[in-house]
């Protein structure tokens, strides 16, 4: 997908969260969890458990002890995530049924079935995979994709970077700032670091959950909660900026929004809004 089309779809997905939440049937399912992760939805956080039903623009963190947090859509591709990972829930990226999250950090694994796409998408390269397994890496500005089974593509988001498809067993590094480049089996370093449960092939147990698991509510959404996503890529940034605009009131959250100003400009006019427009004079009564 050229990057610009997926900014406008990231932010109608964003902006249409709570409608796009009702077509259930293509919401995905936590289906495995080890380890703590959390849901940051409608300025509230959440502890997630497996049975737990995400919806359009749901974000996920896992913790640095975190295994394995896994979604699977019905009839769609799976997705895992890895520790200290966070990730939006994109189920409609404007291609049909590319189901799939965006990556803001850490790591990812979209396992997709013959007929039903998936796909990972970040602010370095935008991936996916019409049927294998695709593993993706974002940190510090820079992304590595390796293709574990089947065809995939990366999409670097630098200006005029060219697709680069990838067969079983390729990878492509996109350093920040720098030219992709395309090798040959999973390096060293991206094995040493990749989380041991991407390892495995685990079989759907969406069929293991009967009913929906509503996730259970910590409190508000903080200030560091949302830090990330509100300092992200600039669609991100100006989507959330509207999104969560009420949230400014709160003493904690504004006085976080006015230190990092500088990183996310978007919140300027929100925090310092303009005086009202003077009252308009009535017009000079009529002389006789």
Do not use: C
């Not at 992760?37 to 975190?66: I, N, S």
């Not at 890895?82 to 990730?87: E, M, Q, T």
């Not at 390269?125 to 993706?136: H, K, M, Q």
């Amino acid at each position: 997908m050229p990057s610009h089309v997926f900014r406008l779809v990231l932010g109608a997905v964003l902006a249409a969260g709570a409608l796009a939440a009702s077509a259930a049937p293509r919401m995905p399912l936590v289906t495995v969890l080890d380890g703590d992760a959390t849901l940051l939805r409608d300025g509230g956080r959440f502890a997630l458990t497996e049975g737990v039903r995400l919806q359009a623009g749901d974000l996920l963190a896992t913790g640095h002890q975190t295994r394995l947090l896994r979604l699977e859509f019905p009839g769609g591709p799976a997705i895992a995530l890895g520790p200290d990972s966070r990730a939006m829930v994109t189920p409609n990226l404007g291609e049909s049924n590319h189901a799939g999250v965006y990556l803001l950090t850490g790591w990812a694994k979209v396992a997709a079935p013959a007929g039903s796409p998936g796909a990972l998408r970040s602010a370095v390269a935008d991936t996916d995979t019409p049927a294998g397994s695709l593993i993706l890496d974002v940190q510090d500005g820079s992304a590595e994709a390796f293709a574990e089974t089947g065809p995939s593509r990366v999409q670097p988001r630098a200006p005029d970077a060219p697709a680069q498809p990838l067969k079983a067993g390729e990878r492509v590094m996109v350093p920040a700032g720098g030219k992709a480049v395309l090798g040959r089996g999973a390096s060293p370093d991206f094995v040493q670091a990749m989380p041991r449960a991407f390892m495995d092939s685990l079989p759907s147990r969406l069929a293991a959950f009967s009913a929906d698991v509503a996730p259970r509510r910590l409190g508000e959404m903080s200030y560091a909660d949302a830090q990330p996503w509100i300092d992200a890529e600039a669609p991100l940034r100006r989507v959330f900026a509207e999104r969560w605009r009420r949230l400014a009131a709160a003493p904690q959250f504004r006085r976080g929004l006015v230190e990092g100003l500088k990183s996310h400009p978007e919140w300027t006019s929100i925090l310092y809004p303009p005086p009202p427009p003077p009252p308009r004079e009535h017009a000079a009564s009529s002389h006789p």
